[in-house]
């Protein structure tokens, strides 16, 4: 999997890029507000596999190996990640996170072309734009600063997230 990782991430990010536009075309036709709702949560999505995507880079595979030990749950989960922490962090924040950022500013882009058809100004376009980018920037740059110091504690988090969908009984 690891050698093949570049183009299956290629091919993730081009499918998922052409699903997200889809949604962003059916979400410019919504009421400004919602549009505005769907940009915010967009961002936090990115903001927060950001946070995963760091914290895997950051976690100590011991402690997942400690709590694999007094079979905790999770723990093999965690370990497996911590295992793959290359492919998992590129997958987090390259795929996931850009496609959120393209996402995000082609919804931003379709709610300024909304607000421009009514009687708003053209700063408050520009405005809308760059608050957009300031809470991505912004957002991920407080996420690394805990992804990094709770990254065992984040990991862990994940790790029993996924294990409720995993097949193992």
Known sequence: MKKHWILVAFILTFFL????SLIANVLGNLNNIILI??????ILVGIV??????SI?????????????????GAKTGIKLIKNASTVASFCNDVVGDVC????????????????????????NVLMASLCSSLTVGGK????RV????????????????DI?????
């Open 17 to 20: 890029a052409i699903i997200f």
């Open 37 to 42: 709702i769907c940009i915010l949560a967009v």
């Open 49 to 54: 596999f950001d946070i995963i995507g760091t």
């Open 57 to 73: 880079l950051s976690c100590d595979e011991k402690v997942f190996h400690s709590k694999a030990s007094q079979k905790m749950k």
């Open 101 to 124: 950022g393209i996402i995000s500013g082609s919804l931003v882009a379709i709610l300024i072309v909304n607000l421009a058809s009514s009687e708003y100004l053209s700063l408050g």
């Open 141 to 144: 740059a407080i996420g690394k």
């Open 147 to 162: 992804a990094v110091k709770k990254s065992n504690e984040i990991i862990g988090l994940v790790s029993k997230f996924l």
């Open 165 to 169: 969908f995993s097949n193992k009984k």
